[in-house]
């Protein structure tokens, strides 16, 4: 018999994180709220449900990931993610009909991001069994980390394009990356020699044996993540409503997405040292006291500040609960029963940016959306608090906890 070329899991990382990088732009929608006020004629409640729209795309690609991550090999996954992506972009960016930019953006985009960024994150934690917390993590931040880069591209590709082109200029570059993207990917994938496990029928039926914690990870998750996707989704608006210029907005949107990445790597690095439980509470903690800063009469250079720290928090969260998910069901189980955890997140990508546009055209502030945000980052303490004392695995670090 042939002997198995030796396997990179490093190799299988980059890939990971370079398609993470690029799909996580994303979460730079924001700046492409006021233009697209102007193109689609029609205001910003919606607006924001085409990026609701994307993130119920990706969730349900998510869902069903375990389905998919098997049955192709992985470098001809992550480059098919790839080409969709950029074919949805590329057709949004070229329409002014809000249904065809809709199918584009929601569906095709976020479709496709949510089969690359669930697909790396379950291949990165196979590849590196010894710091599934350091892969999980890093490959979560550069997601943010795609976020972070996209709002100066795309605001490079407005300028350029001006008032009537400025979309299309923008998403059209957008495409080029995410094509080159995918065949850089293809090509690290291909080196690496890793291959996808998927999950065992024995280890499957685990996943039916604890419905009450499956329950309070997904109450958990989705009230951490409510804050974070309002603030994303609305970050140039919030800021420029306490009166910031358009380049600070814009600044402000980065420096959010940077708060974003930070903590997805911090995260992933504490997860292998620190207890899950204790990270599950103290996470939205952090998030709840930036939001009560928020609410007051701040500059809009202190209000940034304050958004930013929710955008860690929200980077670490995101982060840390598939690795709340791994320590409990184990690897081979992991990457179905965080499709189903992550359908809490989908819910919440569909109600916070939408409440935020709602709440803005109807007030012309955003005072109610920061306050729902923090109401739901307070229950997030609650159930990961009831988390931790239900469930023994979470009291330990990733690397010593057994499932």
């Not at 370079?18 to 730079?28: E, P």
């Not at 919606?46 to 795309?57: K, M, V």
């Not at 109401?375 to 990733?398: D, G, R």
Request: some cysteine; glycine content about 12%.
């Amino acid at each position: 018999m042939k002997a198995l070329p030796p396997q990179k899991p490093t190799l299988c990382l980059l890939a990971a994180i370079t398609l993470t990088t690029v799909l996580g732009s994303i979460h730079a929608f924001s700046v492409f709220l006021m233009p697209f006020e102007t193109l689609l004629q029609t205001g910003r409640t919606q607006i924001s449900l085409i990026y609701s729209g994307a993130l119920i795309c990706l969730t349900i690609s998510v869902l069903l990931g375990h389905r998919i991550y098997p049955r192709l090999a992985p470098p001809t996954l992550g480059l098919i993610a790839c080409l969709v992506a950029a074919t949805g972009i590329v057709i949004a960016g070229n329409s002014d009909s809000f249904w065809i930019v809709a199918f584009g953006y929601s569906v095709l985009f976020g479709a496709a991001n949510g089969i690359g960024y669930g697909f790396s994150l379950q291949i990165s934690a196979q590849a590196m069994p010894q710091k599934q917390g350091f892969a999980m993590g890093t490959v979560t931040a550069f997601y943010a980390l795609g976020a972070t880069l996209a709002p100066s591209i795309f605001s490079y590709g407005l300028a350029q394009g001006g008032p009537q082109n400025g979309v299309s200029v923008a998403m059209n570059i957008a495409g080029i990356i995410f094509v080159c993207a995918g065949v850089l990917a293809w090509i690290l994938l291909r080196q690496s020699g890793i291959s996808f496990k998927p999950e065992t029928t024995t280890e499957s039926a685990v996943l039916q044996s604890n419905r009450v914690v499956q329950t309070l990870l997904w109450i958990g998750f989705g009230s951490g993540s409510l804050a974070g996707l309002m603030i994303l989704g609305h970050a140039t608006g919030i800021i420029q409503a306490a009166g910031a210029s358009i380049t600070m907005s814009v600044v402000g949107a980065m420096m959010i997405a940077l708060g974003n990445m930070v903590g997805g790597l911090l995260a992933g690095v504490l997860a292998d040292r620190v207890r899950i439980g204790l990270l599950l509470i103290l996470l939205p903690l952090i998030s709840t006291i930036a939001l009560t800063l928020a609410l007051n009469d701040l500059s809009a250079l202190l209000l940034l500040g304050a958004l930013t720290v929710v955008g860690f928090s929200y980077g670490a969260i995101i982060a840390v609960y598939p690795i709340a998910v791994l320590a409990i069901f184990g690897s081979a189980s992991s990457s179905r029963i965080y499709g189903r955890i992550f359908t809490a997140w989908g819910f919440v990508g569909l109600l916070g940016p939408w409440l935020g546009g709602y709440f803005f055209d109807s007030s012309g502030q955003y005072s109610l959306a920061i306050s729902a945000a923090l109401v739901s980052s307070l229950l997030s303490i609650l159930v990961a608090y009831m988390l931790a004392k239900k469930t023994p695995h979470l009291n330990h670090k990733l690397g010593t906890s057994s499932a």
